[in-house]
């Protein structure tokens, strides 16, 4: 009897970033994590994920935490685990492109101050928004001794994305140097048999391992992770059961469990993993009391296949029309959405496409004539200022808002204008600079930034206070 041979998938846990982000609004504290990272380190784990995305945006913002200071803690717990982080390009965290020497600044603080992987994506999947991330982290992996580069394709239907163009793709993100390939499905679009059919074409035309990052909105991710793995995919992102399904992750026990005595067996243990799920549990039913946690995106959301609509961009969809008093158009601009992707070239809908696409949806139902109005982003994307789409798009619509402007085909950050920002930036804001990293904050997002900068002032004066002696008015400086 042969030997089978074993080819274990890994899993990225994702419960310290995505799942959180997709189920609570990211509002996950660090002081919730901090207490469970022990454990987590113990698993086994391909990375876990726990950094980028929404979570540097809703730290300052909500939270009033330094996100870096986040990511230093958890590093400092973290002992064998890699840790993750999503990055949008040359948009890094934000919504717009900026400079190179910003996002060379980024992708080196990010690696100094704990990351490993930097999963890089483009909101239209034009890989020149991507090289400049993808060389910076090249670059300080050597200098830093750590940091991978993943190119994420972000997943997406319609007439262009056929298997030659994704396989194509594939074998450009391997020249253009990165470590790794994402199938970077944010919407749960990508069903089980297509899943095996990818992953097959993806590992026909490169030697890169290829993870797969889905939601499980429609209800198919776990069966499209299982074809995945069958077809040779690498790691699957999953989070902890309690942070698992809905909007969120397949559940990291139960793809384990899946894979128990396959040659894809993970070889964690479930009863540490189960030690993992019931720290985690209290904190759901503390989040579904408070209402933080919505039942309504736990279930099994069928329009995602039908309008393609990724689930942060319905709820944001939902609150703006909430804010007009105009919620009985929901239906209109459901499908008033698709009509809109397809005018602007048919890109995927991803931070920061799906926002500008989906709400000028909303702007030309409630206008009752479609682009009579046109939000300063929708003009932009038509201008080329973020990259090139896939698919022409509508000249009519471009001669109706834009008519005789100038339109770019480089890369967004040339389009731009964008050459060094980081002088102008740091001048901007230091009268609040406290360590390198605020400078990057504050680029990011500058007011929500400056707010958490004078709230952080004012704590820290608060505490020295305390310390100081106040009968003889001294006071630590
Ligand atoms: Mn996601």
Redesign the pocket.
Known sequence: MSEQVKKPVGIME?VLR?AH??LIATRMPTEKMLPIVDKMDKVGYAAVECWG?ATFDASLRFLKEDPWDRLRKLRDGFKNTKLQM?FRGQNILGYRPYADDVVYAFVQKSIANGIDVIRIFDCLNDLRNLQAAVDATNKFKVSEGRGESQVALSYTLGDAYTLEYWADMAKKIEEMGADSICI???AGLLVPYKAAELVKTLKENTKLPIQL???YTSGVASMTYLKAVEAGVDII?CAISPFALGTS?PATEVMVETFKGTEYDTGYDQNLLAEIADYFRPYREECIDSGLMSTKVLGVNIKTLLYQVPGGMLSNMVSQLKEQKAEDKYQDVLEEIPRVRKDCGEPPLVTPSSQIVGTQAVFNVLMGERYKMATGEFKDLLRGKYGQTVKPMNQEVIDKVIPGEERFTSRSADAAGLTNEMDKLEAEMKEYKQQDEDVLSYALFPQVATDFFKYRQAQQEKIDLTKGDSANGAYPV
Do not use: V
């Open positions: 994702t995505d982000q997709s995305g999503l970077k499905d944010m990052h889905t939601h992102d992750q």
